[in-house]
C-alpha cells in the first residue's frame, strides 16, 4: 500500500523541495499538496508531474492563517483519505521584518558572530497585526492553525494499528527568551516569529507526550538558512545579490547556511526514511550543508521543558475551545449541520 504524505505550504521555497524530494524517493507515494492559492498550487502541481509523471499529486485549498479554512479543510480531508501517513507543516510567515544593522555590525566583530549568524538572535523584528479571527497573524499562521488541523485531524492520524508522523518546519531563531506563557500569541513583543517557533518545538513534544500510545509522533527541524521568498522579504533584492557570494563563502564557516530549498529539505527528507520510534522527541533535526556544499542532518538538542510544553497544550486546548464557540456564536445553523 503506498503512503500518503499531506504537505502545508508547498507552493514555493521549502516545501516545494521536499515534494520533489519525496517523489525522486518514493515514485509510489501520494501527495496532497495544500495551499492557500489555488493557482500556484497548480503550478506546483504541474512542475512536480514534469519531472514525476506518474506521480500522484492532490490539491487542497487550505489557509492555515483562517481558522474556517482550517475546519473546511479538514472535514475535506477526512471525506477524501481514510488515513495520513505523513504530515509536514511547513507554512510560515515573517511579516514586516527589520535588521537590527547597529547589532549585526556589532556582533559581525564580536566572539559570537557563528552563534549570530546561525540564528539571528537579537538581529530580527518583526511588526505582527490582529487577523479576522482575532489572533495574532504569525501566531495563527505558524502555529495555531497546525495545532487546529491536527486536532480536527485526530481520528485520521491515531487510527488503531497505524503510525501517523507529524514534521514541523521550524528554526534555530526559536528562543525562549522571545516566549511567554502570559502571552503565547506575542501580541507585545516584536520577535512573533521566534516566539511562535519556539512554541511549535514545545507543542512537538507535548504530542509525543500526549500520543505516541495512539501511534502518533512529532518531530521538529530546522532548515538552516535558505533563500526563499521569506528570506527575500527581509533585505532588498540588490542587497542579496550583493552579499550572496558573501553567504557562499560564510558557508565555510557555518554549515547552517543551507542556501537552497533542495539543502534545506534535507532533514525533512532523512525524517521521511527513520523509524519514528528512534527518534529523539527532544531534539531539533537541522539541515546543514557543509561549505563545499555536502548536505546532512544532525540533531541537536532543543532548550524546553515538559512542564512549559504541557502549560502551553492546555493553553492551546482552552484557546481552541474559545475560538470555537465563538464561531458556533455567529453561525448557530451550520454548527447545528456540522
Ligand atoms: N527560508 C529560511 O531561511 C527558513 C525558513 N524556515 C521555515 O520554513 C518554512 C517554509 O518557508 P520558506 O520555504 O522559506 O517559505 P516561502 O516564503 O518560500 O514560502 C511561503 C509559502 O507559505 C505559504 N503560506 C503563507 N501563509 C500561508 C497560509 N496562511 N496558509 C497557507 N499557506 C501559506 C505561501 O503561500 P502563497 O504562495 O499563497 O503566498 C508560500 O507558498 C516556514 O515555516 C519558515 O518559517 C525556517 C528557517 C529558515
Ligand atoms: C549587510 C546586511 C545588514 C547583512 C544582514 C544579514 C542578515 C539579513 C542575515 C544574517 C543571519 C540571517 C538569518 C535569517 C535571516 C537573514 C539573516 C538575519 C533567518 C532568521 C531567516 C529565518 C530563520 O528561520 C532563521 C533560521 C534564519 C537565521 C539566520
Not at 84 to 89: A, K, Q, V
Not at 126 to 134: A, C, F, K, R, T
Not at 168 to 185: E, G, K, L, V
Request: include cysteine.
Amino acid at each position: 500500500v503506498s503512503s500518503l504524505a499531506c504537505v502545508c505550504n508547498l507552493c514555493s521555497g521549502i516545501g516545494l523541495a521536499l515534494c520533489e524530494r519525496l517523489l525522486a524517493e518514493d515514485s509510489q507515494l501520494r501527495l496532497c499538496l495544500a495551499c492557500r492559492n489555488m493557482q500556484r498550487a497548480e503550478a506546483a502541481r504541474s512542475a512536480l508531474l514534469t519531472s514525476h509523471t506518474d506521480a500522484r499529486v492532490d490539491l487542497l485549498q487550505l489557509d492555515v492563517g483562517s481558522v474556517h479554512s482550517v475546519l473546511t479543510a479538514a472535514q475535506e480531508i477526512q471525506a477524501r483519505y481514510n488515513r495520513i501517513d505523513f504530515l509536514y507543516l511547513n507554512a510560515g510567515i515573517m511579516p514586516n521584518p527589520q535588521v537590527n544593522v547597529k547589532t549585526f555590525f556589532k556582533g559581525l566583530f564580536s566572539r559570537n558572530v557563528v552563534h549570530m549568524f546561525a540564528t539571528a538572535e537579537g538581529l530580527l523584528t518583526q511588526q505582527d497585526l490582529p487577523n479576522s479571527d482575532g489572533l495574532q497573524e504569525v501566531f495563527a499562521t505558524n502555529l495555531f492553525g497546525h495545532y487546529l488541523l491536527i486536532s480536527e485531524l485526530e481520528p485520521l492520524l491515531c487510527k488503531a494499528g497505524h503510525t501517523c508522523r507529524i514534521v514541523w518546519t521550524s528554526s534555530s531563531n526559536a528562543r525562549r527568551s522571545a516566549f511567554s506563557m502570559d502571552d503565547i500569541q506575542h501580541r507585545n513583543g516584536t520577535e512573533p516569529y521566534s516566539s511562535s517557533k519556539y512554541a511549535s518545538d514545545m507543542l512537538s513534544l507535548a504530542l509525543n507526550q500526549h500520543k505516541n500510545n495512539q501511534g502518533l509522533f512529532s518531530s521538529v527541524i530546522c532548515p538552516g538558512l535558505v533563500m526563499t521568498n521569506l528570506t527575500y522579504g527581509i533585505l532588498p533584492s540588490f542587497l542579496w545579490s550583493l552579499i550572496m557570494p558573501i553567504m557562499y563563502l560564510i558557508r565555510f564557516f557555518t554549515n547552517t547556511f543551507t542556501l537552497t530549498p533542495y539543502n534545506g529539505a534535507e532533514a525533512l527528507h532523512w525524517l521521511f526514511l527513520q523509524k519514528p520510534e528512534a527518534l529523539d522527541p527532544r531534539a531539533k533535526y537541522h539541515s546543514l550543508t557543509s561549505g563545499l556544499g555536502t548536505s546532512y542532518t544532525h540533531p541537536r538538542q532543543m532548550d524546553i521543558d515538559e512542564d512549559m510544553s504541557e502549560v502551553l497544550y492546555s493553553k492551546l486546548l482552552e484557546l481552541e475551545k474559545t475560538i470555537k464557540g465563538k464561531l458556533s456564536e455567529r453561525n448557530p445553523e451550520k454548527e447545528a449541520h456540522a
